[in-house]
């Protein structure tokens, strides 16, 4: 966790992600990456030397319309004190039910961002945290390259102003593999995914060319997003 803290630390400098007095909701699918962000952005309260406090929350798509079990991050963030929220949504039911959804992802994606959003503005939060990590954002990339024929990722730090509020990733420097190791080391609670699409999108199929292609060049990726940040994407 402390190499975590590190990647994050260097993202909230660079990108001046925080301020004094932020109250910062961290949005907590209960994945890995969602659970170690939370976990680092407490420890760098404690030597970040910007006051901040956190809330975490959780928008539980309810799959199969039943409430997902999130007593293992309740658990975590009791632990932390760190007050914690979960919001009951029809997202899967909406997606899956009704609207029979052949790509759901990208609908999902909208809609637990506008519930996000709503949420934070509800708890009087001014910014919100998000797990994506370094190889979401070369996903990301090419999945906007060779899908959409445009150059372009998330931002580290993306101000809505519709919502008056500042979405950033901390964990934009992090491996997955390294993040992945840091839950095994702090045997860190996980609350699987239930969804139906789960390890079957576009984003899979690009996450598994990604890995094949670094088999045959170990920095390919790494080539990738050092172009991503020399390219001053309008985004970034």
């Not at 890995?32 to 539980?60: E, F, N, W």
């Not at 319309?65 to 632990?79: F, Q």
């Not at 996980?190 to 088999?215: F, G, H, N, T, Y």
Request: net charge positive; charged share 25%.
């Amino acid at each position: 966790m402390q190499k975590m803290a590190g990647y994050a630390r260097k993202a909230i400098t660079e990108y001046q992600m925080i301020a004094p007095g932020d109250h910062i909701a961290v949005g907590v699918s209960g994945g890995k990456d969602s659970v170690v962000l939370l976990c680092a952005l407490h420890m760098l309260q404690g030597y970040l030397g910007i006051p901040y406090r956190l809330s975490a929350v959780t928008l539980d798509p309810c799959f199969g319309g039943v409430p997902g079990d999130y007593s293992a991050i309740e658990a975590l963030c009791s632990r932390l004190e760190i007050p914690y929220r979960i919001q009951r949504t029809q997202i899967a039911q909406i997606i899956f039910e009704e609207r029979k959804e052949t790509n759901p992802c990208s609908l999902c994606a909208r809609m637990r961002r506008g519930a996000l959003h709503d949420l934070c503005r509800e708890l009087g939060a001014n910014k919100l945290a998000l797990g994506h990590n370094w190889n979401d954002a070369v996903e990301t990339f090419v999945m906007n390259l060779f899908g959409e024929g445009r150059l372009g990722c998330f931002s580290p730090v993306t101000w809505l102003s519709r919502k008056e509020l500042t979405v950033i990733r901390p964990l934009i420097y992090a491996p997955e593999k390294e993040i992945l190791g840091a839950v095994r080391q702090a045997n860190l609670p996980i609350v699987a995914s239930l969804c139906p699409a789960d390890k079957d999108s576009r984003r899979q199929e690009v996450k598994d060319w990604l890995a094949k292609m670094d088999r045959s060049d170990h920095s390919f990726s790494k080539k990738l997003f050092g172009a991503m940040k020399r390219a001053h994407l309008s985004d970034w």
